[in-house]
């Protein structure tokens, strides 16, 4: 067992270990109601839906919910809702779902660095690219990791310009111990099967704001405010009824559900404290981070691998790794138009790109499954000399 399944070794997982399992409610807890809408004929803007948002907007904090279909519609809808225009500064170490609505909206991605301890938009970068056309910033709890709103709002309120949170990794998360989802103009939360609260697909944009709350529900309804008569060029944007049941059952297990993602990554981090090269993601002390994703840094020079080849090893080992976000949005081919004016400019991001390297992480998953994920990066880097000459 002392020999890594990359050199020939015995897998430590005879099936492979997947990256992810969305943790859902027992079928039984949620078929009289599923069961109701078949009846009814219901399926769409029902009450399940009016519910699943008074309770989302209770959970976080905020006068308002609503139900879309999913983050990258939210947040396009939120984007044409905050009358944003010019330029908006957001980071480039994030998924292309917070920069895509942008630029259907018409609006410019500016691109700023990130923190290289918490990963999240660091707000002197941030500060540093407006100008006189930016009209917000648009800032990511990466992982789950609460982002410094504090920081944020204040680079913001002195620029004059609108702070927008794109939370797609945000339920579960903790800010200074209250719920994240209350911050900025709106924050805009993912319920995939990725995330730890579940709709199918699906999102919320969660806001004080009443007008942007009011034309993100027009605007989710083609723009149509129900009168045939449109106000603005809207989306099909709707949340079934389906899904916000499964929100509702998914919102009761959300804590527990956080706690053991929480106790899971304690696993981790006590599993690998020591290794030469293996870096975490630092969260604030008040906060609480959902772990949306488990993520390391792997630098090569201390591992004695890249992260490339440590997801090789990784992959014998029969376990399923991400690399989050490489390469980072600026420098995807949409927007290669304008990504070699950044090459170089984000240092922070383009390096957490190539050495950042996600693990398996589920909220029912087993603590003995991420012991041995530990022991196998830890007999990897034991034979990383071995594994360097026979991978390359």
Not at 217 to 236: A, C, I, K, M
Not at 239 to 267: C, P, T, W, Y
Not at 327 to 336: D, E, G, I, M, S
Not at 342 to 353: F, H, K, Q, S, W
Request: hydrophobic share 40%.
């Amino acid at each position: 067992m002392s020999t890594p399944a990359v050199l020939g070794g015995t897998p430590l997982f005879e099936s492979p270990l997947p990256f992810m399992r969305p943790t859902l409610p027992e079928f039984s807890e949620v078929a009289g109601e599923i069961g109701e809408i078949f009846q009814t004929g219901m399926v769409t803007k029902g009450k399940y839906l009016a519910a699943f948002e008074q309770a989302v907007a209770q959970h976080v904090g905020t006068r308002h919910a609503v139900g879309v279909s999913s983050c990258t519609t939210g947040l396009t809808l939120t984007y044409k809702a905050a009358e944003l225009t010019g330029e908006v500064v957001v980071p480039s170490f994030t998924f292309m779902a917070t920069v895509h609505p942008l630029v259907w909206c018409g609006l410019t991605p500016v691109f700023a660095d990130v923190d290289p301890d918490t990963w999240n938009l660091d707000p002197d970068s941030a500060a540093a690219a407006i100008t006189p056309a930016t009209s917000a910033i648009v800032a990511t709890h990466v992982f789950g990791n609460p982002a410094d709103v504090e920081r944020l709002e204040s680079v913001a309120r002195r620029a004059g310009v609108k702070l927008l949170f794109d939370a797609a990794h945000g339920f579960g998360a903790l800010y200074r111990g209250k719920p994240v989802g209350s911050h900025g103009e709106a924050e805009v939360f993912s319920s995939s099967p990725t995330k730890l609260l579940v709709t199918g697909e699906g999102g919320i944009v969660a806001t004080n704001n009443a007008e942007i709350a009011r034309r993100v529900e027009v605007g989710r309804e083609y723009g149509n405010p129900g009168n045939y008569d449109t106000e603005f060029p809207g989306l099909n944007a709707r949340m079934q009824e389906f899904s916000a049941i499964l929100g509702l059952h998914s919102l009761r297990m959300l804590e527990d559900n956080a706690k053991r993602r929480n106790h899971l990554v304690d696993i981790y981090r006590q599993g690998l404290q020591g290794v030469e090269g293996i870096y975490f993601q630092k969260i604030d002390p008040r906060d609480r981070c959902s772990y949306k994703d488990f993520s390391i840094r792997v630098v090569e020079s201390e591992f004695g691998l890249s992260r490339d080849m440590l997801v090789q090893a990784l992959r014998a080992e029969g376990v399923d790794t991400r690399n989050y976000y490489d390469p980072p949005v600026h420098l995807h081919t949409a927007y290669r138009h304008v990504g070699e004016r950044y090459r170089g400019r984000l240092p922070v991001t383009e390096r957490l790109a190539k050495e950042c390297v996600s693990l398996p992480i589920f909220s029912h998953m087993e603590p003995d499954a991420v012991q041995r994920i530990c022991e196998a990066i830890r007999r990897i880097q034991r034979h990383s000399a071995a594994i360097r000459k026979a991978l390359s």
